[in-house]
């Protein structure tokens, strides 16, 4: 039987197309050094089928609500469309470390209203972290008012984050921003890693792709959105085309919705090649244009401090890479990319940097080779399974964590009477608990309301009031027991926390088992796990 602690990795999978897919793809083999992993995908997820995904099990998403309780740790990979839809909604029941891709969830929130036409949720998270500003912006984005400007100023993260165990992220910006909204979040920054690939080889790329040998390639990688910068891009370019007509820009990826390639770039321009847009591509023709690049250009403004893997595969590849003067690109040491610093000189410093590049291939060398020096040792896969699993077990053994939940960033005045409850519970001491067979284990908990709505702890005839209860499970994580809700000792305000005792009653037989906090919502739901399993040891032997 492995002693490895057990892990459960809630991320989508290829043939998902999305760039955390493909991330976990690449990652997975590492910590599986580390953890015993299964892995959670959507219920239609075609790997469900087979069961089975790099030599680890696969489940449906719905299997970890039953199973929750056998896993020491949950990890949720989270990004900002609408494959992670799953992930959102086991993270918000049960609570785990969410790895945040992304500060800024709002697309995430709008596609599943856009498909639903149900906006509940939406607003709910808005005004949970807001207030009235959050449903202003609602009403903004119903009637299509709303700007990415709003996105960025209320990422919408802090819900989630706030519940959730830990959150990690992939920048130190990022880190920092996490911790500014959410001061008393158990938060740390991990390396996110590149794994290597051959050597590319440019000549026989530019062969293949019908690539003249003279012609200056200007590439950018990687889905295409508003914050990229592409309009400031095709300005300079439209300073350099005169005298430099060889150079060419392509683009690989899918674009936005808020993207109208032929908005940015004149008719003439794609029609003549000068820009060459070809989406979504295999990975031998990504490879491929990546090889044939002589610049790449990473721009984006504003952000939320997220780290973009195609930006980590152009330095791991060497590629001399331009990107903005800007939060976590000031991470990167400044021989290793060209920064184009924002305001009103970015188009021209933008222009003169693109054509002192195009003629000096030198100097694209010596920036693409301390890009690769540095991606090698910061970036490594090795670095970011070490750093994944440094974090997880530094949280679980700090008794801090969770201890200091921050309140919703604005109040709310609605109550458990008719708004839903959302909170967690820990045991006051982690110890695990050690009873006689039949006998009744007494456990300290901690109850924090971490949703909008003020808890009634007084018992209703149509239900309403709030209760804490707990569920024991068998070692194989079958529910064999329930033990009866506590009431709470006060009414709890959003923010606010209680202490109070739950009386167990140990099952007849010896063993290992887990008890399992449940927050009981009376009336309106039976219950819900709220926290992290506690250890309970059925021994004759016991005092």
């Not at 077990?393 to 109040?411: C, I, V």
């Not at 982690?430 to 808890?455: F, I, K, M, Q, Y």
Request: net charge positive.
């Amino acid at each position: 039987m492995s002693a490895r602690e057990r892990l459960a990795f809630v991320s989508p999978l290829p043939p998902v197309r999305s760039g955390i897919a493909d991330y976990a793809r690449d990652l997975l083999p590492h910590i599986g050094r580390d953890f015993d992993v299964e892995l959670f995908v959507d219920d239609r997820h075609p790997l469900v089928r087979p069961a089975t995904y790099a030599q680890m099990p696969v489940r449906p998403a719905a299997e970890l609500r039953r199973r929750y309780t056998g896993f020491r740790h949950v990890v949720y990979q989270l990004g900002n469309n609408l494959h992670h839809r799953f992930v959102l909604e086991l993270a918000r029941d049960l609570p785990g470390t969410i790895v945040l891709h992304d500060l800024v969830l709002h697309h995430l929130f709008e596609e599943i209203a856009g498909v639903e036409d149900e906006w509940q949720r939406y607003g709910e998270a808005l005004r949970e972290s807001y207030g009235e500003p959050g449903a202003a912006v609602l009403r903004w984005k119903r009637w299509r008012l709303a700007s990415e400007r709003e996105n960025f100023a209320l990422p919408l993260f802090e819900p989630l984050a706030a519940r959730s165990r830990a959150v990690l992220v992939h920048s130190h910006a990022a880190a920092a921003e996490v911790r500014r909204r959410l001061p008393q979040a158990a938060v740390a920054r991990i390396p996110m890693g590149m794994p290597p690939q051959a050597p590319l080889d440019r000549q026989s790329a530019r062969r293949r792709l019908a690539v003249p040998h003279s012609r200056v390639v200007i590439g950018a990688f990687g889905f295409i959105t508003p914050i990229k910068r592409l309009d400031v891009l095709a300005a300079a370019l439209r300073r350099l085309w005169p005298e430099l007509p060889d150079l060419q820009l392509v683009l690989i990826g899918e674009t936005s919705a808020g993207v109208h390639l032929e908005e940015i770039f004149t008719a003439e321009e794609r029609s003549s090649a000068r820009v060459v847009h070809r989406g979504y591509v295999s990975a031998d023709e990504y490879r491929d244009w990546m090889a044939a690049t002589d610049v790449a250009v990473n721009l984006r403004y504003p952000s939320a401090g997220e780290t973009s893997a195609s930006l980590l595969r152009l330095l791991a590849d060497a590629k001399c890479t331009v990107v903005s003067a800007y939060r976590q690109f000031l991470e990167i040491p400044s021989p290793a990319v060209v920064r184009i610093p924002l305001g009103a000189e970015e188009e021209s410093e933008l222009a003169r940097e693109l054509s002192s590049l195009a003629g000096d291939p030198a100097r694209r060398m010596r920036i693409g080779e301390a890009a690769r020096a540095y991606a090698t040792a910061e970036h490594s896969m090795e670095a970011a399974a070490r750093g994944f699993a440094q974090a997880l077990r530094r949280f679980e053994r700090d008794p801090s964590n969770g201890a200091d939940w921050p309140r919703p960033l604005a109040p709310c005045h609605a109550t458990s009477r008719s708004a839903a409850v959302r909170g967690r519970v820990v045991a006051a001491d982690p110890v695990a608990l050690c009873v006689r067979p039949g006998g009744t284990a007494v456990v300290a908990l901690r109850v924090a309301n971490d949703g909008g709505s003020r808890w009634i702890s007084t018992g209703e005839p149509s239900g309403g009031h709030v209760g804490v209860g707990a569920e024991v499970s068998a070692p194989d994580g079958r529910r064999i027991g329930r033990v009866a809700p506590v009431r709470l000792p006060r009414d709890l305000e959003p923010g606010e926390q209680a202490a109070l005792l739950l009386a167990v009653p140990a099952p007849l037989d010896p063993g290992a088992y887990s008890v399992v906090p449940t927050i009981v919502h009376f009336g309106r739901r039976s219950s819900f796990v709220a926290g992290p399993p506690i250890a309970l040891v059925v021994a004759a032997d016991a005092a």
